[in-house]
């Protein structure tokens, strides 16, 4: 089967300009949202742990378990594209601070994922267009520079925060902006 990759990113696109505030390379990112199922304190969650790159880049470490199977001893692809979604999420909302969701996510899977490896996973930016955040990774096996299991290309489009509060739970949602008000030296 031939692999023809259409472009990227797609559109004419501005260089990402990170904010202001944007943690420096090397800071721990912590748990955005505790029930969030990439990088939450979920049960059988991925429990993704992420920092700050150089060049515009997040990396994050996802350690495969058995809650995340979907073949005996193999990752289920869908968990895989999870753990993408979240490290490219992570990067649009750490270095852009822009708040914004997933509009489009493709996962390429070039090798199998077993239980017990771990997959390093480098998101970057590619370029904005408008509302329009281009994001890519790729996450290599066992090691920084292992050979690449996955990659992924996301489209991440801004929103007004009332997005998540018209759609979500507008509760949890006040409750999450008031503790990271209180932790956060540059909101
Ligand atoms: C207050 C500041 C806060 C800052 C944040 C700070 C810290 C946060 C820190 C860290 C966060 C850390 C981690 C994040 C972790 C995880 C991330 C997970 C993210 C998700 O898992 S999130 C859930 C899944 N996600 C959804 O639940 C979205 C459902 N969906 C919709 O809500 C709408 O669908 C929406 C809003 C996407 C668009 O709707 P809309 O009406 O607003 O805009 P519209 O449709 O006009 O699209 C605008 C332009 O995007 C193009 N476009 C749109 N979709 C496209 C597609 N699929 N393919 C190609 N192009 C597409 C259009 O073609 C148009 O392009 P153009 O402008 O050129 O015409």
Redesign the pocket.
């Given at each position: 089967m031939s692999r023809v990759p259409g472009s990227w990113p797609p559109?004419e696109i501005e260089p990402p300009v990170l904010h202001p505030n944007a943690p420096a390379p090397g800071t721990d990112?912590g748990v955005?949202f505790a029930e969030?199922f990439?990088?939450g304190e979920v049960e059988g969650g991925l429990h993704l742990r992420s920092s700050v790159g150089d060049d515009q880049t997040v990396q994050s470490k996802f350690t495969v378990t058995r809650a995340h199977q979907g073949a005996p001893g193999l990752a289920h692809g869908g968990l895989l594209a999870c753990a993408f979604?979240?490290a490219?999420?992570?990067a649009?909302?750490?270095l852009l601070?822009?708040?914004?969701?997933?509009?489009?996510l493709e996962t390429d899977f070039r090798r199998p994922v077993p239980v017990g490896s771990t997959l390093y996973i480098e998101a970057r930016l590619d370029g904005t267009?408008?509302?329009?955040i281009y994001v890519s990774a790729d996450g290599r096996l066992d090691a920084p520079d292992g050979p690449v299991a996955v990659s992924a290309r996301g489209?991440?489009?801004q929103?007004g925060?009332e997005?998540f509060s018209t759609?979500g739970d507008p509760q949890a949602l006040e409750k999450l902006a008031e503790a990271q008000r209180k932790n956060q030296i540059n909101p």
């Open positions: 559109v990112l955005h969030c990439g990088c979604d979240e490219l999420g992570s649009v909302g750490n601070r822009r708040p914004a969701v997933t509009g489009r267009a408008g509302r329009k489209l991440f489009v929103v925060i997005h759609h």
